[in-house]
């Protein structure tokens, strides 16, 4: 094993930290859902993601965060990822990733969902369903050990097989008691990820973003975040955290009432 990553694996009571900080998530996600419809702000979503933390006695890691100031991403049709919550109001046939990520006991918990908001057009549905598909294909992939480069071997082919392409600037991560940790799990193969291997006790999140068109990506100059598809078309992510374990991937961030493994998204 790599001396680097031998750091990176929890002992027991660690990765039941992670579980309870997966699983606090996780439940935030389940009490945003009802509310992301037609006629939301998206500072709307973030004040709910505000008040719950705080409810719950939990604190948001984007808050601050490089001096991010919101605690959620809400990134809407062309926004890849990094959508800053504003005075937007959500409207029927938008796409919106919300990406939310809390701090439990020091133990960060990280997901995102791309939601459908009322009557969406084909090719925003396929990319959403391709987002949501591509995720489960690579957690299904993984094995104890395995390199971290086999997400990307499942995950570029079968964007490419549906017409679509994969992000290559914005990368999965592992986490822990920081935010963004080793190792950089890219959602196509790199020399890098041929190396890494995901070893039991390793946690890491997996948060493919497909686009609809041409792979490449434009950051916002002004807000310094906002990063968009080039071309203007859609593009779609979902994201979990998980948990290598002796017996494969565990996902820490299952909700309770979202999209299960085989979600149609497709009418
Ligand atoms: N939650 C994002 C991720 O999956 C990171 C957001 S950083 C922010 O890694 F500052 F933009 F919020
Ligand atoms: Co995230
Ligand atoms: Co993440």
């Given at each position: 094993?790599?001396?680097?990553?031998?750091?990176?694996?929890?002992?027991?009571?660690?990765?039941?930290?992670?579980?309870?900080?997966?699983?606090?998530?996780?439940r935030?996600?389940?009490?945003?859902?009802?509310?992301?419809?037609?006629g939301?702000?998206?500072?709307?979503?973030?004040?709910?993601?505000?008040?719950w933390t705080?409810?719950?006695?939990?604190?948001?890691a984007?808050?601050?965060?490089?001096?991010?100031?919101?605690?959620?991403?809400?990134?809407?049709n062309?926004?890849?990822?990094?959508?800053?919550p504003?005075?937007?109001?959500?409207?029927?046939?938008?796409?919106?990733n919300?990406?939310?990520t809390?701090?439990?006991?020091?133990?960060?918990?990280?997901?995102?969902e791309t939601?459908?908001?009322?009557?969406?057009?084909?090719?925003r549905?396929?990319?959403?369903?391709?987002?949501?598909?591509?995720?489960y294909?690579?957690?299904?992939?993984?094995?104890?050990?395995?390199?971290?480069?086999?997400i990307?071997?499942?995950?570029?082919?079968?964007?490419?097989r549906?017409?679509?392409?994969?992000?290559?600037?914005?990368?999965?991560?592992?986490?822990?008691?920081?935010?963004?940790l080793?190792?950089?799990?890219?959602h196509?193969?790199?020399r890098?990820?041929?190396?890494?291997?995901?070893?039991?006790?390793?946690?890491?999140?997996?948060?493919?973003?497909?686009?609809?068109?041409?792979?490449?990506?434009?950051?916002?100059?002004?807000?310094?975040?906002?990063?968009?598809?080039?071309d203007?078309?859609?593009?779609?992510?979902?994201?979990?955290t998980?948990?290598?374990?002796?017996k494969?991937?565990?996902?820490?961030?299952?909700?309770?009432?979202?999209?299960?493994?085989?979600?149609?998204?497709?009418?």
């Amino acid at each position: 094993m790599l001396k680097k990553q031998k750091k990176l694996i929890l002992t027991e009571g660690q990765q039941d930290s992670m579980r309870r900080a997966g699983r606090v998530n996780a439940r935030l996600m389940d009490f945003l859902r009802p509310h992301i419809v037609a006629g939301i702000k998206t500072q709307q979503i973030d004040d709910l993601v505000v008040q719950w933390t705080n409810d719950h006695g939990h604190k948001a890691a984007t808050l601050g965060y490089q001096n991010y100031t919101k605690s959620c991403c809400t990134s809407v049709n062309d926004v890849i990822c990094h959508g800053i919550p504003d005075g937007y109001e959500l409207q029927d046939g938008d796409i919106i990733n919300v990406d939310i990520t809390t701090i439990v006991d020091g133990w960060h918990g990280d997901q995102s969902e791309t939601f459908l908001i009322g009557d969406v057009s084909d090719e925003r549905r396929a990319v959403t369903q391709a987002a949501f598909d591509c995720l489960y294909m690579a957690i299904d992939a993984l094995q104890p050990g395995c390199p971290v480069s086999t997400i990307g071997e499942v995950i570029v082919p079968e964007a490419d097989r549906r017409g679509f392409t994969v992000v290559r600037e914005y990368v999965g991560h592992g986490l822990g008691r920081q935010f963004h940790l080793d190792p950089s799990i890219p959602h196509f193969p790199n020399r890098e990820s041929r190396k890494d291997r995901l070893y039991p006790g390793m946690c890491f999140t997996v948060e493919p973003m497909i686009n609809a068109g041409s792979r490449y990506t434009r950051c916002d100059k002004k807000d310094g975040w906002t990063v968009r598809t080039k071309d203007g078309k859609p593009s779609a992510q979902f994201e979990h955290t998980i948990l290598m374990t002796d017996k494969g991937p565990e996902i820490l961030t299952l909700t309770e009432h979202g999209p299960r493994r085989g979600h149609q998204f497709i009418k």
